[in-house]
T-cell receptor
């Protein structure tokens, strides 16, 4: 199993450009997440999805969009890149069998995408 | 609101020393879940342990041990006989009972183990 795969690993964007960060998992996990990690900080949730066709905002969703057309893929879209979006982005997934049972399941993380906006 | 505090920003020890990483959490939920993750210099996040709020048993896994105390809202992590390979940033995280599936992370503790 590859687990959670993120592409690209590194990217430099100019202000105002757009791009999509790709995330795919092969563990048949129903929950997927996008986090950003700023220097010296913990991770903050951007968006999450509890299944194909269902997405919801996390703590810091502004400036981002997501879609979940399949169980495996959960791309993150930056429409108008801004310097404040310079960060390391992590995608994660977890298997939640039921609302009460699932919350102790660990999230499995990808290796991250390091994004710089100049 | 839920919050995780890792008061130790950086810790430096010499190999073979024992080291404890502190984690204090805040939540109003009666059921919640606690996690520790390791982020080595290569950058990936590695899951280490999870603990349910209704299970206060301490856990030992090799050189790692975790002390969960609801009375002090703490979930501390001890590495015994530290090794250079333990050098990493360690994150404590909390997930509550209801609402979003958000994992609330502490800011992390950077551990450096010197030879």
């Amino acid at each position: 199993n590859a687990g959670v795969t993120q592409t690209p690993k590194f990217r430099i964007l100019k202000i105002g450009q757009s791009m999509t960060l790709q995330c795919t998992q092969d563990m048949n996990h129903n929950y997927m997440y996008w986090y950003r990690q700023d220097p010296g900080m913990g991770l903050k949730l951007i968006y999450y999805s509890v299944g194909a066709g269902i997405t919801d905002k996390g703590e810091v969703p502004n400036g981002y969009n997501v879609s979940r057309s399949t169980t495996e893929d959960f791309p993150l879209r930056l429409e108008l890149a801004a310097p404040s979006q310079t960060s390391v982005y992590f995608c994660a997934s977890s298997y939640n069998p039921g609302q009460s049972l699932g919350r102790n399941q660990p999230q499995h993380f990808g290796d991250g995408t390091r994004l710089s906006i100049l | 609101a839920q919050k995780v505090t890792q008061a130790q920003t950086e810790i430096s020890v010499v190999e073979k020393e024992d080291v404890t990483l502190d984690c204090v959490y805040e939540t109003r939920d009666t059921t919640y879940y606690l996690f520790w993750y390791k982020q080595p210099p290569s950058g990936e996040l590695v899951f280490l342990i999870r603990r349910n709020s209704f299970d206060e048993q301490n856990e030992i896994s090799g050189r790692y041990s975790w002390n969960f105390q609801k009375s002090t809202s703490s979930f501390n992590f001890t590495i015994t006989a530290s090794q250079v390979v333990d050098s990493a940033v360690y994150f404590c995280a909390l997930r509550g009972q209801g609402g979003s599936e958000k994992l609330v992370f502490g800011k992390g503790t950077k551990l450096t183990v010197n030879p």
